[in-house]
């Protein structure tokens, strides 16, 4: 017999941009960032979703917001995830020029996930990080800023 998730209740108040949280602990959710905005409570979401997983915990989001006046759920991911078991202990301290590819490789890791939050892609999977992953090893930076520039467009955010 499949256990079934609860539903999401509706925020309380005047519709607004609300996104709600379930952590692996319970059936509460719990009301993670609002805003009569919807971009800065995509951003939040993307967030706390990294930071939750990277803790190792469960987590599912809803997010409601406003269409003609009244409440509308916007979605509510299909299924609820867990981060990646962390790996075995880094190697130790590589020199220099290695810490410096590194670092830009991080650089490019970060403008890659901006650019997916503002097109409103923040809930990703592990297949997702791995591109992401791939891509900042292998693009350079001005290409990657040319990508996170294109997602933010389609997110409606030149």
């Known amino acids: 017999m499949q256990k079934q998730r609860p539903r999401c209740p509706r925020p309380p108040g005047e519709p607004r941009w609300v996104a709600m949280f379930r952590g692996s602990g319970g059936d509460t959710w719990t009301v993670g960032a609002q805003s009569p ?18 803790r190792g915990d469960e987590v599912t989001v809803a997010l409601w917001g406003p269409e003609n006046g009244a409440w509308r759920l916007f979605g509510t991911p299909s299924a609820t995830t867990r981060a990646p078991a962390p790996e075995p202990s880094a190697p130790p301290a590589p020199p220099e020029p290695a810490r410096l590819a590194e670092r830009m490789t991080d650089r490019r890791h970060q403008v890659l996930l901006a650019g997916l939050d503002r097109a409103g892609l923040y809930d990703l999977g592990p297949q ?31």
């Not at 800065?40 to 990294?50: E, I, S």
């Not at 990508?147 to 933010?152: D, I, S």
């Open 37 to 54: 905005y919807r971009e800065p409570v995509l951003y939040a979401v993307g967030d706390m979703t990294r930071t939750l997983r990277a």
């Open 128 to 158: 997702d990080a791995e591109a992401v992953r791939v891509l900042a090893e292998r693009l350079d930076e001005p290409t990657v800023r040319r990508v996170a520039h294109w997602l933010a467009a389609a997110g409606g955010r030149p």
